[in-house]
């Protein structure tokens, strides 16, 4: 009952006040990953599963320290401090905001830059749009539900753990040159963490809409390059009734890509703000 409590009240914290004006934690994972990286790296798998073992391990050892400290204070103010800081884990406010800003953006490209890997020069307002639902879809499940399922598994060592891992995918978990194999290993584990999460936030997606086969996302969303990313890109391709996915390019590379749902091809400004009023409806 306790990590239950911790998870609505982490939730409800990041929900009504968003990002304290402190260094984040996440940029404090990057910056360890980063100096491994400077003195470690090398092109083999063998040394990335040593950056997975090194931050992993050196993050699990620091939170259970702290869940231990935090043991010796009565168990409400121990759930108190721990949902403040694990509500600094959940990204929804950032991400809704994020997403949401783009619509009133002067330059809508840039301020889509900020959140997608993909060229976004040669993209119309259509594309726009759909790479803010895609991007809005897939990290409803990587920001939000994987960190409070973590959370509501393992308590704070299990949400700290999480998020260390997904921000080792983001950083070196990339198919190309020099991450291919280095990366190989965070890239895996990332893929196993969010298993069961991604498939969750495409069924709550799928119910909370309304839709009658619930398990419908996953024909199309089984054609992802991602073993998880298709499924709430699907789920919510079918609950606001377009069509996402599709070619596009990446570091001036055209990547095919497959589509995900059968409804409006052209996307407009309102169907993003379906897909925003969806997350909120759905408190993911």
Known sequence: MTNIFMAVFAYLIDKFFGEFPIKHPVEAMGEMITFFEERYYEDSVARGILLVLFITVSLFVASMAVYLYLDYLPTFLTAIISSVIASMFIAHNMLYNSVKDILSADDKKEALSMLVSRDVDKMSESDIYKASIE???????????????????????????????????????????????YGKAAAVLDDIVNYIPARLTAILIMIISKQTNFLAFYEDG??????????????????????????????????????????????TEQDVKNALNLGKITKL
Not at 229 to 242: E, N
């Open 135 to 181: 991007t809005y879809a897939e990290n409803l499940s990587d920001g939000v539900v994987a960190p409070i399922l973590y959370l509501v598994l393992f308590g704070l060592p299990g949400i700290i753990v999480y998020k260390a891992i997904n921000t080792m995918d983001s950083m070196v978990g990339y198919k190309n040159k020099k991450y291919a194999n």
């Open 222 to 267: 089984a054609k992802h390059d991602s073993p998880n990313a298709g499924h709430p890109i699907t789920a919510m391709a079918l609950a606001i009734d377009v069509k996402l996915g599709g070619d596009a390019y990446y570091f001036g590379e055209l990547k095919k890509k497959p589509f995900f749902g059968d409804g409006n091809e052209i996307i």
